[in-house]
């Protein structure tokens, strides 16, 4: 399995799927989009993307390997963007998308989780003028978890930050659990380009670290300009790449068969320690905010 980071692989030329059933949607016809021209703008995404894995599961089939991969037998997952046209609006996702031995693709996975004033901005109707500011549009939430089998294992994916979401990769193995698709590895592919190999980066592999140790599973990071990274279930670092490096590590992970208690219990314990602390504070300062204490000049003026 190759793997390669967050929005990378086809940068901005993004996957299009056309479900607009010949209506162009309102963002696309103020933007100046030829609907007649449409379709064939779709294709020629769809056959650069098809190109572009094509070459990279060629290319990997073709790199000389000491195990017992054959050809045609190499699978890819990797961080694109992809695009759904409907007649009314235009989805965009942060997707990781599973592209199988002859270059097509199997899967996709959206991410859930976006990052504020990257992938979006607040309060959508307020801050609209900023989408058109900056130029850019808000990235559409991903409303399912994935479970990519490949050979026999289940993989289940993420995506830069949700990484460091406790609950997010919590409740993402609890529902595949549930399913009957319970991974046995964390993957995680991201782009830390923009922190430009500050402790960001460490802070990213932290929080990763401690993921796969909560949910007892081995992960693999793919990061681009670092870190990326192969986790076991108990948190130790099997291997890592260098910062800001073009360099790849081989990671062989293996089930971790142990239970969780996180799994078991979740953020619970947090989430009443929470709620302990604020009940605390609201009890220290509502007397004082209802009833104020009284300072020396009331209590004269209270006197006369």
Same mark, same amino acid.
């Given at each position: 399995?190759?793997?390669?980071?967050?929005?990378?692989?086809?940068?901005?030329?993004?996957?299009?799927?056309?479900?607009?059933?010949?209506?162009?949607?309102?963002?696309?016809?103020?933007?100046?989009?030829?609907?007649?021209?449409?379709?064939?703008?779709?294709?020629?995404?769809?056959?650069?993307?098809?190109?572009?894995?094509?070459?990279?599961?060629?290319?990997?089939?073709?790199?000389?390997?000491?195990?017992?991969?054959?050809?045609?037998?190499?699978?890819?997952?990797?961080?694109?963007?992809?695009?759904?046209?409907?007649?009314?609006?235009?989805?965009?996702?942060?997707?990781?998308?599973?592209?199988?031995?002859?270059?097509?693709?199997?899967?996709?996975?959206?991410?859930?989780?976006?990052?504020?004033?990257?992938?979006?901005?607040?309060?959508?109707?307020?801050?609209?003028?900023?989408?058109?500011?900056?130029?850019?549009?808000?990235?559409?939430?991903?409303?399912?978890?994935?479970?990519?089998?490949?050979?026999?294992?289940?993989?289940?994916?993420?995506?830069?930050?949700?990484?460091?979401?406790?609950?997010?990769?919590?409740?993402?193995?609890?529902?595949?659990?549930?399913?009957?698709?319970?991974?046995?590895?964390?993957?995680?592919?991201?782009?830390?380009?923009?922190?430009?190999?500050?402790?960001?980066?460490?802070?990213?592999?932290?929080?990763?670290?401690?993921?796969?140790?909560?949910?007892?599973?081995?992960? &693999?990071?793919? !990061?681009? $300009? *670092? +870190?990326?990274?192969?986790? #076991? =279930?108990?948190?130790?670092?099997?291997?890592?790449?260098?910062?800001?490096?073009?360099?790849?590590?081989?990671?062989?992970?293996?089930?971790?068969?142990?239970?969780?208690?996180?799994?078991?219990?979740?953020?619970?314990?947090?989430?009443?320690?929470?709620?302990?602390?604020?009940?605390?504070?609201?009890?220290?300062?509502?007397?004082?905010? &209802?009833?104020? !204490?009284? $300072? *020396? +000049?009331?209590?004269?003026? #209270? =006197?006369?």
């Amino acid at each position: 399995l190759v793997v390669w980071p967050e929005s990378v692989f086809t940068a901005n030329e993004p996957i299009m799927l056309d479900y607009s059933k010949g209506t162009l949607a309102p963002e696309l016809a103020s933007a100046g989009v030829n609907a007649e021209e449409l379709p064939q703008t779709v294709q020629s995404m769809s056959r650069l993307f098809q190109l572009k894995a094509q070459s990279l599961i060629r290319a990997a089939n073709l790199a000389p390997t000491e195990s017992t991969v054959q050809a045609n037998q190499i699978h890819a997952i990797v961080g694109t963007d992809v695009w759904e046209l409907y007649p009314d609006k235009v989805k965009r996702f942060n997707s990781a998308v599973w592209i199988d031995p002859q270059g097509q693709i199997a899967d996709s996975y959206a991410k859930k989780h976006l990052v504020m004033f990257g992938e979006y901005f607040p309060l959508n109707g307020f801050f609209g003028l900023l989408y058109k500011l900056f130029g850019m549009s808000a990235v559409s939430t991903g409303d399912e978890e994935k479970c990519f089998e490949i050979y026999g294992a289940k993989i289940a994916p993420s995506i830069c930050f949700e990484s460091m979401i406790p609950h997010h990769l919590y409740g993402q193995i609890r529902t595949l659990t549930l399913k009957g698709k319970s991974p046995d590895l964390m993957l995680n592919v991201t782009n830390d380009g923009w922190f430009r190999g500050s402790s960001m980066l460490d802070h990213h592999l932290a929080c990763s670290i401690a993921s796969a140790v909560e949910n007892r599973r081995p992960m &693999v990071i793919a !990061a681009n $300009t *670092g +870190l990326s990274a192969w986790i #076991d =279930g108990a948190g130790r670092l099997e291997a890592i790449a260098h910062r800001m490096e073009p360099v790849q590590i081989l990671a062989e992970p293996y089930r971790d068969s142990r239970p969780g208690l996180f799994q078991i219990i979740g953020d619970w314990p947090i989430r009443i320690f929470a709620a302990i602390t604020w009940m605390l504070v609201i009890a220290y300062w509502l007397p004082r905010f &209802v009833f104020p !204490a009284k $300072t *020396g +000049l009331d209590s004269l003026a #209270d =006197g006369n």
